[in-house]
T-cell receptor, first 112, second 114 residues
Framework: AQSVAQPEDQVNVAEGNPLTVKCTYSVSGNPYLFWYVQYPNRGLQFLLKYITGDNLVKGSYGFEAEFNKSQTSFHLKKPSALVSDSALYFCAVRDGNNRLAFGKGNQVVVIP | KAGVTQTPRYLIKTRGQQVTLSCSPISGHRSVSWYQQTPGQGLQFLFEYFSETQRNKGNFPGRFSGRQFSNSRSEMNVSTLELGDSALYLC?????????????FGPGTRLTVT
């Protein structure tokens, strides 16, 4: 069965500094990987996805993610964090049976 | 284009009752999925519907059921509510049922079981 690990509970970063949120996955077959963000009392918002092709994927709000097949990782990055990026971030993997498995989420706190 | 809408937004029920939650997908989206979100278990997949057919089901008891209508709107039902069913229930829609399609989430229904 597919699974996703987000090893850190919380990521603290100063405003203007680079932001990285880590994700590793386990899936049989080709991975379909997604990042979502959740603001308080809101649903999840789609940020970006990796299906195939270029290992560096660009998404919404200046976020990007790097797919690394050998390390089975899909880390989310942003070159310069904003206070408004403070939210809960979820990595998800979808296998060939269409079931979507989410990681436990990472709380990102951007310090002004 | 309007996003995914869910009704009601908040619900309080007592143990043993049943509840029906509703989801209207983005116009043109034919796939609807449901998730349960709790602080302890995180986001867990309930089921997915496409063209009125259940395509996939998560590991939840039979008390959890769903359906999809011809206009792609979906409902989920939980019977014989338990305290542990208290959660945020999220509905998501996507254009198709393929693995590469991203899902768009509604704001959720907050269910509290007392």
């Amino acid at each position: 069965a597919q699974s996703v690990a987000q090893p850190e509970d919380q990521v603290n970063v100063a405003e203007g500094n680079p932001l990285t949120v880590k994700c590793t996955y386990s899936v049989s077959g080709n991975p379909y990987l997604f990042w979502y963000v959740q603001y308080p009392n809101r649903g999840l918002q789609f940020l970006l996805k990796y299906i195939t092709g270029d290992n560096l994927v660009k998404g919404s709000y200046g976020f990007e993610a790097e797919f690394n097949k050998s390390q089975t990782s899909f880390h989310l990055k942003k070159p310069s964090a904003l206070v408004s990026d403070s939210a809960l971030y979820f990595c998800a993997v979808r296998d060939g049976n269409n079931r979507l498995a989410f990681g436990k989420g990472n709380q990102v706190v951007v310090i002004p | 284009k309007a996003g995914v809408t869910q009704t009601p937004r908040y619900l309080i029920k007592t143990r043993g009752q049943q509840v029906t939650l509703s989801c209207s997908p983005i116009s043109g989206h034919r796939s609807v999925s449901w998730y349960q979100q709790t602080p302890g278990q995180g986001l867990q997949f309930l089921f997915e519907y496409f063209s009125e057919t259940q395509r996939n089901k998560g590991n939840f008891p039979g008390r959890f059921s769903g359906r999809q209508f011809s206009n792609s709107r979906s409902e989920m039902n939980v019977s014989t509510l338990e305290l542990g069913d208290s959660a945020l229930y999220l509905c998501a829609s996507s254009l198709g049922s393929g693995s590469g399609h991203e899902q768009y989430f509604g704001p959720g229904t907050r269910l509290t079981v007392t």
